[in-house]
Every structure is written in C-alpha cells, then in structure tokens.
C-alpha cells in the first residue's frame, strides 16, 4: 500500500509540471485550429537557455523563469509573426506541416549551438528529499509543481479576469461573435500564440531542472503533450489540467509496477485509446462533423 500511495504523490507532482507544459499547446490549438507540432522543440529551446543561465551565473534555474518566460513570449510573437500568420486560416495540416519544419530547424539551431550531446541542470537541491512519514517527495519535483501551478494560476487569472482574456476566450469560443463586438481577432491570435510560447519559458526551465535533455528531447517531449490534451480534449484547458495528471500517474503506476522503461508508451497508447473510443476527448465537445460522421 505505501507503494502505491508513492507512486500516486509522484505522478501527482510530475502531472502539475504536465499541465503547464500542455497548457500553452492546447490554448494555441483552441484560439487558432493551429496544431503546434514545435511545442516540444520550444520546451528545449528554453531548457537550454536555462542551462546557459544556470551555468553562466549559477543563478538557480527556476528563478531564470523570470528571464525565459519573457523571452519565449517575445520569441513566439515574432516566429508568429513571420510565420504562423501567413497559414492562421490554412487546415490544421497545414499548420502541422510548418511547426514539424520548424522544430526541425530549431533541433539543428540546437545542435549547433549546445551540440548533440545530453545535458542536465543539477541545482544543489536535486538529490534532496521531504521526507513525511514513509513517504518522500523530491524536492525538485515538489519546487517544480509549485511553480507550474503558479503559472497557472497566473494564467488563469489572466485569461478570466483582463479584457484580453476575455478577448482570448471570446474568440475561442466564436471568432464572428468576437469580431462582431470589436474583438480583433487578428491580434489577438498573435497574443495567444507568445503567450502559449511563453508557457514553454517556465516549463522548459522545469523540465531542464527533472530531465537530461538533448536537441532531439522533443520529439519525446511533444508526443507526450499531444497525448495530454488528445486525453483531455483538444482546445480546453481544464481538459488539459486534467489530462496531465491522468497521464502523469499513468506514467508513474508504470515505472513502479512495470518498468521504467515502459513509461514512454503510455501517450501513445492514451492517444491509441481516446481516438477509439471518445475521439472528442474527456473535456472536448463533439463538433457538427463529429456527430454527422456518427
């Protein structure tokens, strides 16, 4: 019993840092119908950035969200506007087709400038344990979640009570509604795409500080949050909060009963299942299509 109740605290922690990751993927798809295949090469870029900063001034790595967070919004906003904008009303695989060239260009970037060889940041605290009664509860991993559901918490607030969350949930829900009231809907995709940008700034400084990580990571990484929010429901939020900790226990009850080795499966047998059986996701509503094609 202490085994599983372990586990459980695990996979607890790891899915709060889940949810941040998948935040920003989900929030993106649900404004735009843009399907951000780069989402997990962005997670590395700020995971490097983290590393150069940690490395370069020893300043501790989840403080540097504060330097990451903003560049990746600035970052996001000048990649969508030279790229993104001009395929914004294009189908989703158009958007597929860009992001997957642009994560290949970012990994080249990478390698280049970092190499192709593994890195970990290592604060003095990663090797730390709370211990409560049988149980432990890395300290990494408990920094880690505490910071992430800061974040979204933050962006939660931002989203449900300024004009331009608001804007960025009107024009989710009906863009012609939005424009209609003098919502634009043009910039406010461009907005939505920095800030899901921005939400890789603080989990890639996360995700540098729990995980080795290589130029390549993403392709690992992405496979992984696209199984988060395909579980939760493409475009809603709370889907992804809720997908991220399913899939974070999933991966811990693996390792601990299975075999760590097997842990890198479970999205992909999650996406597997949810298409299957409820394509719209836990969350997800069921488009017109949907129901015609039923």
């Known amino acids: 019993m202490t085994q599983f109740v372990q586990a459980i605290i695990l996979g607890l922690l790891i899915g709060g840092v889940y949810a941040l990751l998948a935040s920003g993927l989900t929030l993106i798809f649900g404004v735009m119908n843009v399907i951000n295949v780069a989402h997990g090469a962005f997670l590395i870029v700020a995971a490097f ?24 919004f600035a970052f996001g906003w000048l990649l969508y506007s030279g790229t993104i904008r001009r395929i914004r009303e294009a189908p989703a695989a158009a958007s597929v087709l860009l992001t997957f060239s642009l994560a290949l260009v970012l990994e080249g970037v990478m390698g280049l400038v970092w190499g192709n060889t593994s890195h970990a940041i ?22 880690g979640c505490l910071v992430a559901v800061g974040v979204l918490v933050a962006l939660y607030v931002f989203l449900s009570k300024t004009w331009t969350g608001r804007a960025i949930r009107a024009s989710a829900v009906n863009p012609q509604g ?22 890789t700034g603080a989990g890639g400084s996360i995700v540098g500080v729990l995980y080795p990580f290589l130029p390549g990571s993403h ?15 493409m475009g809603s939020l709370n889907g992804a909060i809720v997908g991220a900790i399913l899939i974070g226990l999933g991966e811990s009850l693996t390792s601990t009963y299975i075999s760590p080795q097997w842990t890198t499966a479970v999205p992909y047998v999650v996406i597997f ?17 949907d129901v015609a094609a039923v």
Request: proline share 5%.
């Open 49 to 72: 950035l983290t590393y150069s900063i940690w490395n370069g001034t020893g300043l501790d790595p989840l403080l540097a969200i504060a330097i990451t967070t903003p560049a990746m």
């Open 122 to 143: 290592r604060p003095s605290y990663f090797n730390q344990s709370f211990t409560v009664g049988d149980f432990f509860l890395p300290k990494a991993q408990v920094y």
């Open 178 to 199: 939005a424009r209609l009231v003098g919502v634009n809907v043009a910039a406010v995709a461009t907005m939505t795409f920095a800030i899901g940008v921005a939400t």
């Open 219 to 233: 392709y690992l990484w992405i496979s992984r949050l696209l199984g988060i929010i395909v579980l939760g429901g």
């Open 273 to 289: 299942l949810v298409l299957l059986g409820r394509p719209q996701g836990l969350l997800g509503a069921r488009l017109r299509e």
